[in-house]
Every structure is written in structure tokens, then in C-alpha cells.
């Protein structure tokens, strides 16, 4: 099946630096998400990106397709950034697999 | 106004024992599923249920069985649980089969096995 790999594992900002959070996958997808899990363990879905650019707010991501990888930028982090970050892909051979990596820890100090 | 709701939240039993953990959706969404979270925060499908038929079973025990009375409800039931079995238990829906939909979880059920 398809491997997902995110680097890098844990994460220490200081809160107002910026960070770059990168998810490699072994094949071709179609769909790609990033997900956010707060230390409460809520799943927050973050975006949809299977390819292109998407911002929201502080947070944007780049997915390029070809090169199988996906980029998650945190600019300006705030202390309720911390949590654990997944990406998460989906198979063009099995639409109802979506497989997850092991995530990026994120830890944001005052 | 939860959109993919599962109880309970925390679930304590003994080893042996049979327990289930409920999960409904009111997204009106085609697709259902049962994640499992362990210790290290890996998380892993489960189970996968498209309109109330079984799509995806991966490599569980068969004393985990899911079952889906209609497509809003997909519930979980664990027979003769086992210490290993401790985890955090995410259910989550998406519109189905279509390509890039997005996938909503419920806030977990953190199960512990004494």
C-alpha cells in the first residue's frame, strides 16, 4: 500500500516563529489532507489539498503532485498551534483507504 | 449541533470483558469509518462502510465487528477485550466514494483495558 512519511517527527518553536512541516508519499494520490490534533485529541481537518496552494489564515499548504509531496507552513506560531500534525492520503485504486502518517509533533513555547 | 458524534468518550473495563462504542453522523455522508490511535499516535483505519456495506477490513482481530443499522450509525463492538487493545478509538464520515472529499472525525472514545 501507499507509504506516508512526515518529517520532521517533533517540533520546538518559540512562539511568533515560522515553521515548515513536509509530508512525502510513495504514490500517486487524489486526495491529500493535513490534519490537526490539538492536546485535547480533537482531529481538526486542516485542508484538502491534493494539489496546488490553499491559505487559510496563518496556515497555507502546498501539495505537488508530481513530485509526491506536500509542504504545511505555520507562520507567526501561537502557543494553541501545538498538537500533533498528520497528513493523510488517499489511493486512486481505493477511494475509502485513507492512510495517515505518524505525524509531526508541535510544540510552541510562550 | 456535533456533526460526527461518538460515545462514550472514556471507557474503563476489565480484560474479558464486551464492550461497544457508538458513532452517528448527521453530515448525511455515504461513508463511515473506525480509526484506532495507539500510544505512539499512529493512527490506522479499521473498518470503512460505504452506504451500510463493508468496503475496507483491514488486519483486526474478528472479536472487533462493526456493524451499521443505516448509514448515519456505524457502531463498534469489541468481544473478550484484551490488554492491547487500549487505545483511542476515532470514528469519522466523508461523502463517500467521490474523489477529494474531506474527511470529519468524531472526537474519540479513549478506551482503557485493566
Known amino acids: 500500500g501507499i507509504q506516508v512519511e512526515q518529517s520532521p517527527p517533533d517540533l520546538i518553536l518559540q512562539e511568533g516563529a515560522n515553521s515548515t512541516l513536509r509530508c512525502n508519499f510513495s504514490?500517486?494520490?487524489?486526495?491529500l489532507q493535513w490534519f490537526h490534533q490539538n492536546p485535547w485529541g480533537q482531529l481538526i481537518n486542516l485542508f484538502y489539498i491534493p494539489s496546488g496552494t490553499k491559505q487559510n489564515g496563518r496556515l497555507s499548504a502546498t501539495t505537488v503532485a508530481t513530485e509526491r509531496y506536500s509542504l504545511l507552513y505555520i507562520s507567526s506560531s501561537q502557543t494553541t498551534d501545538s498538537g500533533v500534525y498528520f497528513c493523510a492520503v488517499v489511493s486512486p485504486f481505493n477511494n475509502n483507504d485513507m492512510r495517515f502518517g505518524a505525524g509531526t509533533r508541535l510544540t510552541v513555547k510562550p | 449541533d456535533t456533526a460526527v458524534s461518538q460515545t462514550p468518550k472514556y471507557l474503563v473495563t476489565q480484560m474479558g470483558n464486551d464492550k461497544s462504542i457508538k458513532c452517528e453522523q448527521n453530515l448525511g455522508h455515504d461513508t463511515m469509518y473506525w480509526y484506532k490511535q495507539d500510544s505512539k499516535k499512529f493512527l490506522k483505519i479499521m473498518f470503512s462502510?460505504?452506504?451500510?456495506?463493508?468496503?475496507i477490513n483491514e488486519t483486526v482481530p474478528n472479536r472487533f465487528s462493526p456493524k451499521s443499522p443505516d448509514k448515519a450509525h456505524l457502531n463498534l463492538h469489541i468481544n473478550s477485550l484484551e490488554l492491547g487493545d487500549s487505545a483511542v478509538y476515532f470514528c469519522?464520515?466523508?461523502?463517500?466514494?467521490?474523489?477529494?472529499?474531506?474527511?470529519?472525525f468524531g472526537s474519540g472514545t479513549q478506551l482503557s483495558v485493566l
Open positions: 462502510y460505504n452506504n451500510k456495506e463493508l468496503i
Open positions: 469519522a464520515s466523508s461523502t463517500g466514494t467521490a474523489l477529494g472529499e474531506k474527511l470529519f
Open positions: 504514490d500517486s494520490v487524489n486526495n
